[in-house]
């Protein structure tokens, strides 16, 4: 019984940490990154299974961490907000062309992380072409372009409050 118990535990608290880590720990890995990975994974297995070693206490830690991964499943599906709280949501770092600021600092990333996103998957080079980015639950950044046609429809509706401004200007002067 002890070996579920240290297991339980072990998954609480690596959700935890994990989470409270932010959501760029978990999607881009640096070295050291994946060396703090590989140390806290021995350290994990040590808290596991203590100093039995042997078959069945493996099986039973491996039978207690999908059981728990299932029922955070089925937690997450029956409350919602246990599921932005697990999951986290999306976070808007762009919004038309325009940083975030404040919200690029909250989830430690940087405006460079933001283009290399948008260079990799959308092809796009300058802040002023995205309309939105986001930050996934995942850790990953989503990039949406600016509409190819944005530019002209500012330019055209400028023109048109323009012109709309100009007409009234003059029946009123003819008033």
């Known amino acids: 019984m002890d070996v579920f118990a240290r297991t339980f535990c072990v998954y609480l608290f690596l959700l935890v940490i994990l989470r409270l880590a932010g959501k760029r720990t978990l999607s881009e890995m640096s070295t050291f990154d994946f060396v703090l990975v590989l140390i806290i994974s021995e350290a994990t297995q040590n808290a596991l299974v203590d100093d039995d070693r042997s078959v069945t206490t493996g099986l039973a830690v491996i039978l207690t961490l999908v059981a728990l ?6 937690i997450k599906t029956k409350f919602p907000r246990m599921e932005k709280f697990i999951e986290g949501t999306p976070l808007m770092l762009v919004d038309h062309g325009r940083v975030l600021e404040d919200r690029l600092k909250r989830s430690n990333v940087s405006v460079d992380d933001i283009l290399q996103a948008a260079r ?4 796009i080079g300058q802040l002023d072409q995205i309309k939105y980015a986001v930050l996934e639950s995942s850790g990953g950044i989503s990039v949406i372009p600016m509409d190819e046609h ?3 429809e500012r330019r055209i509706e400028k023109a048109v409050e323009t012109a709309v401004a100009r007409a009234l200007r003059e029946h009123a002067q003819r008033v």
């Open 69 to 74: 991964d299932r029922l955070v499943a089925v």
């Open 150 to 152: 944005a530019d002209l």
């Open 120 to 123: 990799q998957n959308q092809g």
